[in-house]
């Protein structure tokens, strides 16, 4: 495993709520990671729990999680060291209240 797997392996196992994200939770720098902050708030997570890391200020961890992964694209949340998946699957997951479920430990 690469430094930098290792790296983001450490990230995912010591989170609870980890967010790959485009900039912070206070400050998305794109749609679809600010969307992702919104759902995640929506559930009722505190913006300030969730752990998140700027892709755009890391180039080895903005292509290295898509390897960890094997995701293609950002943002990407894991909860309790688990991959849930990008905004799309995070709306799917939260319209049917599987993501508040998992977020809750309950799945």
């Given at each position: 495993m690469?430094d930098?797997?290792?790296?983001?392996?450490?990230?995912?196992?010591n989170n609870?709520?980890?967010l790959?994200m485009k900039?912070?939770?206070?400050?998305?720098m794109c749609?679809?990671s600010?969307?992702a902050i919104?759902?995640?708030?929506a559930c009722?997570v505190d913006?300030?729990?969730?752990a998140?890391?700027?892709?755009l200020?890391?180039?080895?961890?903005?292509q290295?999680i898509?390897?960890?992964?094997?995701?293609?694209?950002?943002?990407?949340l894991y909860i309790?060291?688990?991959?849930?998946?990008?905004?799309d699957?995070?709306?799917d997951?939260?319209?049917?209240?599987?993501?508040q479920?998992?977020i809750?430990g309950?799945?």
């Amino acid at each position: 495993m690469s430094d930098t797997q290792q790296r983001i392996d450490q990230l995912v196992k010591n989170n609870n709520i980890l967010l790959f994200m485009k900039g912070s939770a206070s400050f998305p720098m794109c749609g679809f990671s600010g969307r992702a902050i919104q759902i995640l708030k929506a559930c009722g997570v505190d913006p300030k729990s969730i752990a998140t890391v700027n892709v755009l200020d890391d180039a080895e961890i903005r292509q290295g999680i898509k390897e960890y992964s094997n995701w293609p694209t950002i943002p990407q949340l894991y909860i309790k060291g688990e991959f849930i998946g990008g905004s799309d699957i995070m709306m799917d997951m939260y319209e049917s209240g599987e993501l508040q479920q998992v977020i809750n430990g309950q799945a």
